[in-house]
C-alpha cells in the first residue's frame, strides 16, 4: 500500500497563498486563449454544430491530441507531483451510463442556446458582454436544481 | 503584438489548451474542469439541505474557482486590450444566420440575441435563460462539459466522457437545426 492518498493530515502549507496566485494566472491565460481563439463565439459554435468550419473541430482535436499524450507520458514515465506525490487521474464511475449521455444531451442544447460552455461563459462576462450574467445565473439554478433532483434521477 | 491581437488559429489555441491538463496534474493532482465551479459556487452560496452541496468547498474547489476568476479576468484583456475585429466565420454560417433573422455580425455574439433588450423577449429567455438553465443542469448530471469530459476525458481515454461529448453533439444537433429555426 502506498499513503500517497490518505497521508497523515499535512501540516499547515505554506505558500497556499502563492499557489492560489498561480491558479489565478493559469485562469488568466486560460481566458485569454478562449477569448482570442474565438472559442467563447456564439457564432463559432453554430459554425461548429453546422459542420461549416473545422475551427472548433481542430481546437477541441488539437488539445485532447496534446493533453492525451502528455498523459500518457505522465504515466509511462510514473511523473510527479510538484510536491512529489504520484499523479492520481481520479476515474469516472460508468454506473448505466445514463447521466453521461442524458445530462451530455441537455447541455448540448445549453451549449447552442448560449454559445458558450461554462468556461467561455465567465470569458464573455470579462470581455464586457454583461448580459451574459443571466445565463451564468441560470446556470447556477440549474446546477442547484440538479443537486435537488440528484437523488430521484437514473445515473 | 499584430500576431497577439490577430485572432489565434486552431493549432495554436488547441494545443495550448491540452497543455492545460498535464500542467495541473503535475502542480498538485488538480483535474481541469470549469463546470465544478458551479457546484462549488452553490455549494459555498446555499448548501441548505442538498447533499450534492453539502461537502468542504474550499477544501475541494478554492484553487477551482481562483481559476475561474482568472478567466474572467482572461476574458477582459483578450476580448478588450487584446480585442479583435468581427468574427470571420465561414460564409456559410453567415447566410444561414442571416436567413434566420441575425444581422448584427460585428460582435463574439449577436446583439440582437445577446442584450440587456433582448433578456424579457421570448427568444432572450429561451437562448439565455433556458441555455444557460441547461448548461448547468446539464454539466452537473454529465459531471463534467467541454474541458472536462471533452478534453481532459477524452485525453485519459475514458469511455463516460466519450458518451458525453456524444451526448453534447446529439444535444447541440438537435438544438441548432431543430429548436433553434422555430425559436429565431
Not at chain 2, 482568472?70 to 468581427?86: D, K, M, R, S, Y
Amino acid at each position: 500500500m502506498t499513503t500517497t492518498l490518505a497521508g497523515p493530515a499535512l501540516p499547515v502549507r505554506r505558500g497556499r497563498s502563492r499557489d492560489l496566485a498561480l491558479y489565478l494566472l493559469l485562469g488568466v491565460f486560460f481566458g485569454i486563449v478562449l477569448t482570442k481563439s474565438e472559442a467563447v463565439s456564439w457564432f463559432r459554435i453554430q459554425e461548429m454544430f453546422r459542420f461549416q468550419s473545422f475551427h472548433m473541430y481542430g481546437i477541441l482535436s488539437s488539445a485532447v491530441v496534446v493533453a492525451g499524450v502528455a498523459i500518457a507520458l505522465i504515466k509511462r514515465y510514473h511523473m510527479r507531483t510538484l510536491r512529489g506525490e504520484d499523479v492520481v487521474i481520479a476515474p469516472k464511475t460508468m454506473g448505466r451510463g445514463v447521466r453521461y449521455w442524458a445530462g451530455g444531451s441537455l447541455f448540448g442544447i445549453g451549449w447552442a442556446f448560449t454559445g458558450a460552455c461554462p468556461g467561455p461563459l465567465f470569458a464573455l462576462v470579462g470581455s464586457g458582454l454583461t448580459v451574459i450574467v443571466v445565463p451564468v445565473f441560470a446556470a447556477l439554478v440549474g446546477t442547484y436544481a440538479y443537486g435537488w433532483l440528484r437523488p430521484r434521477l437514473p445515473h | 503584438m499584430a500576431l497577439l491581437l490577430r485572432p489565434w488559429p486552431w493549432y495554436v489555441a488547441g494545443p495550448l489548451i491540452g497543455l492545460f491538463v498535464p500542467a495541473l496534474l503535475l502542480l498538485d493532482n488538480k483535474q481541469l474542469g470549469v463546470s465544478s465551479n458551479l457546484r462549488h459556487l452553490c455549494a459555498a452560496l446555499a448548501p441548505r439541505k442538498v447533499s450534492f452541496f453539502r461537502y468542504e468547498w474550499k477544501e475541494a474547489g478554492l484553487w477551482n474557482l481562483v481559476f475561474l476568476a482568472g478567466v474572467v479576468l482572461g476574458g477582459f484583456i483578450g476580448g478588450n486590450l487584446l480585442a479583435a475585429p468581427a468574427v470571420a466565420i465561414a460564409t456559410g454560417t453567415h447566410a444561414d444566420l442571416a436567413a434566420l433573422g441575425i444581422h448584427d455580425f460585428s460582435g463574439l455574439a449577436p446583439r440582437e440575441l445577446f442584450s440587456w433588450s433582448s433578456v424579457l423577449t421570448l427568444r432572450g429567455l429561451v437562448l439565455l435563460v433556458a441555455g444557460g438553465f441547461c448548461v448547468g443542469f446539464g454539466t452537473a448530471y454529465a459531471g463534467g462539459c467541454t474541458s472536462g469530459h471533452g478534453i481532459a476525458g477524452l485525453a485519459n481515454l475514458e469511455r463516460p466522457s466519450m458518451i458525453a461529448v456524444l451526448g453534447f453533439f446529439a444535444g447541440g444537433l438537435l438544438a441548432t437545426f431543430v429548436l433553434l429555426p422555430r425559436i429565431l
